[in-house]
């Protein structure tokens, strides 16, 4: 048995882990040790990835690339391969992951069990929209050969299927033509919640990314950043030459070593006097940088990625990230009354990102992205103050038709979990009985 | 294009090696395994990562002197070599080995002696051509016997008094001996420890000491490194106190 936590590091519940190290053997190790769950990274905050006291089957060594043919950009490989090894393997070839989240160092298997989204969501949908093969092991025996055309039902259920319908054992992604690995990028502050919105709708026909970090206990005149950006094609980074050495130092510290928060605070970090002054200094240093610029794929996408375990930042007591999507219509009020309800519960964070999805629903049943705004925001875990918080922000979300993200929840109460996915009666008819998460247990029959 | 063999290709940290090694630079990559089905996906992975690398497998029986020295022969006709990585080895289980002779002389032999072998005849073209080096995954194990792994410790310890004598017999030509000495690490082998929570080095980190070291020609390599000085102090605890020890 080993200890295993989720990127919230809410808990560290023993777990009895299997490494799955070869893709034909799957099945074999799945019969013999369940009910259990597939892991991939851990970097899934709450417990969709968790199966306290029961099987883990660990899928980071399942990491081989199977094929993958230049002229369509269709890669196959193994679930356990990190969205990041893709990436660095791809991006000097010139094709990239049309979707990616604020981390790369994820497994494709959990990009594809959470459907995961990024800045570009208004442009391309979600990771799902990408997969277009999978194979996937049940706990049966069986070794299913999924596409979108034979088997739409399943794929679609496991597509944001948080992992119950099967272990992914091997995808394949279609991957985007991209003309280099840099990006134009435009830095806008704003204030208050309707200039958000003008610039998120502004932006949406000529910028492929859009992002925005909001300070939360700016109160009524709230205060953001803006970030918009494009890809950089050959030419355009051609007739840029400094970015020449720019690419040799960002090469230099992606392969050193990066910094690590090497210890876990006893008190978070993140507090009520620190937050204040972080904030306004964070966004006094983004307002410098405001205007146009030119920033590589890693930094503009995974800027935390260079920290490596920033999540002990919170503390020994972990910390929850809360993010809800709400529908446009309402959407501005809702999120409005989230952020006066947050401010005035002194609770909050310094990660706390606002985002406009595109007007497009996601292939998965469960799928989190919605069309609507979604904001995400972490919070130090304090115990019964904090989860009385988000049971205001629950009732916000529920008035407004909104959704909570699985990857990132461990405390949604079932009704809001019911009401936020409505396809859950469909999803449920795939799951594989010998499956269950410490989420599942909380919020579905087992 | 550089031709490296690699023995024992679907270990990780033999696979590990190579994926670096094609992403330096096209490569000219042998590999040679048991399994021939396992041995395919490794070579598609590294096949994938760099198209312009021409990958060949090959399958060979680890345990027969005479097949070994066919598989060498073969490999050698193909193109000079330039690295051989001798990667293979079984975690074997000590009580089982206290039990089961039959399991003991498996695991003397499969971590000990073939090892030996390859080395041995790749040594004799590679001379010849007064070019190249050979490099052997030995263990921090085989420096000193354990109640815990010894027989696994053995074999090892006879890969590594074998690669010292033959860096005495080649140090005056061009062809390098390297032993390499992993503490434990992340690997399938090893996933019955893992499970257990015991920590390990990252077989990415241990493969880029790997690469480094053979890319060097040193003749110890210790990965990662500070089992250099752990084993030191390992292999100099006199009996009295090394006897009371549980490791």
């Known amino acids: 048995m080993k200890a295993v936590s989720a990127w919230g590091r809410l808990s560290d519940d023993l777990h009895d882990v299997q490494v799955l190290t070869d893709r034909t053997q799957v099945t074999l190790v799945m019969a013999a040790h369940q009910p259990g769950l597939a892991f991939g990274n851990g970097r899934s905050y709450g417990d969709v990835g968790l199966n306290p006291q029961g099987h883990l089957w660990h899928t980071t060594g399942l990491n081989k690339l199977m094929s993958f043919d230049e002229a369509t950009g269709h890669l196959v490989c193994e679930a356990g391969v990190?969205?990041?090894?893709?990436?660095?393997?791809?991006?000097?070839?010139?094709?990239?992951?049309?979707?990616?989240?604020?981390?790369?160092?994820?497994t494709v298997g959990g990009a594809i069990a959470n459907d995961v989204h990024g800045k570009n969501h208004h442009a391309v949908g979600s990771f799902g929209d990408h997969v277009l093969r999978l194979t996937l092991a049940r706990t049966s025996g069986e070794v299913l050969q999924l596409d979108w055309s034979t088997a739409p039902e399943l794929m679609s259920a496991t597509v944001g299927g948080l992992g119950l319908t099967g272990v992914v054992v091997s995808a394949e992604l279609q991957l985007r033509r991209v003309g280099s690995p840099w990006l134009q990028t435009e830095t806008l502050p704003y204030q208050g919640l309707s200039e958000f919105?003008?610039?998120?709708?502004?932006?949406?026909?000529?910028?492929?990314?859009?992002?925005?970090?909001?300070?939360?206990?700016?109160?009524?005149?709230?205060?953001?950043?803006?970030?918009?950006?494009n890809h950089l094609s050959q030419a355009q980074a051609e007739a840029r030459p400094s970015l020449r050495a720019a690419l040799a130092a960002q090469q230099r510290k992606a392969s050193g070593k990066a910094l690590a928060m090497p210890f876990v605070p006893p008190v978070s970090l993140v507090n009520g006097l620190s937050l204040k002054p972080f904030n306004l200094a964070y966004y006094q240093l983004q307002k410098l940088k405001s205007g146009l610029d030119v920033a590589h794929y890693e930094p503009f996408f995974y800027p935390l990625d260079n920290l490596q375990h920033w999540n002990r930042m919170y503390g020994p007591r972990g910390f929850y990230q809360y993010q809800s999507v709400v529908p446009r219509e309402g959407g501005e009020a809702a999120v409005q009354a989230m952020l006066d309800a947050i401010s005035a519960s002194g609770e909050g964070s310094f990660l706390a990102v606002l985002k406009t999805f595109g007007n497009r629903e996601a292939k998965g049943l469960l799928s989190f992205p919605m069309p609507g705004v979604t904001l995400a925001l972490d919070f130090p875990n304090r115990g019964e103050r904090t989860l009385k918080l988000f049971e205001r922000l629950d009732a916000i979300v529920r008035e407004a038709g909104g959704r909570l993200y699985m990857a990132k929840d461990a405390r949604m109460p079932r009704d809001l979990f019911e009401a936020g996915y409505p396809r859950l009666s469909e999803f449920i008819k795939h799951r594989d009985t010998g499956i269950s998460s410490a989420m599942s247990r909380r919020l579905m029959e087992y | 294009m550089q031709h490296i063999v690699i023995i024992g290709a679907t270990s990780a940290m033999a696979e590990h090696c190579a994926r670096l090694w094609v992403h330096a630079s096209p490569v000219r990559l042998t590999l040679v395994g048991r399994d021939e089905a396992r041995t395919q996906r490794v070579a598609d992975d590294l096949r994938v990562r760099s198209p312009q690398s021409d990958v060949q497998v090959m399958t060979t029986d680890f345990v027969n002197a005479a097949a070994i020295a066919q598989t060498v022969n073969a490999i050698v006709a193909r193109a000079p070599v330039d690295v051989v990585l001798i990667a293979h080895g079984a975690l074997s289980d000590q009580a089982t080995c206290q039990d089961d002779v039959l399991a003991c002389d498996a695991a003397l032999q499969v971590n000990g002696v073939s090892p030996v072998l390859f080395a041995e005849a790749f040594a004799k073209p590679m001379v010849a051509a007064n070019h190249g080096t050979i490099a052997i995954i030995g263990s921090v194990a085989g420096d000193r016997g354990r109640k815990t792994n010894y027989v696994y410790g053995a074999a090892k310890g006879l890969v590594a008094r074998y690669a010292q004598g033959m860096q005495h017999r080649l140090a005056h030509t061009n062809v390098k001996v390297v032993l390499i000495k992993p503490g434990p690490t992340d690997t399938p082998m090893t996933s019955d420890l893992k499970a257990k929570g015991q920590k390990m080095a990252s077989v990415e980190q241990v493969a880029q000491d790997i690469v480094k070291g053979i890319a060097a020609g040193k003749p110890v390599v210790y990965t990662p490194g500070i089992w250099q000085i752990i084993m030191l102090v390992v292999m100099h605890l006199p009996r009295f106190v090394f006897n009371k020890l549980n490791i």
Request: proline share 7%.
């Open chain 1, 82 to 106: 990190l969205l990041r090894d893709i990436q660095r393997l791809f991006v000097p070839r010139g094709w990239m992951l049309p979707v990616t989240p604020g981390t790369q160092l994820i």
């Open chain 1, 197 to 229: 919105f003008e610039l998120a709708d502004a932006s949406e026909r000529d910028w492929e990314h859009t992002v925005s970090w909001i300070d939360c206990l700016s109160g009524p005149s709230l205060r953001g950043i803006f970030m918009r950006g």
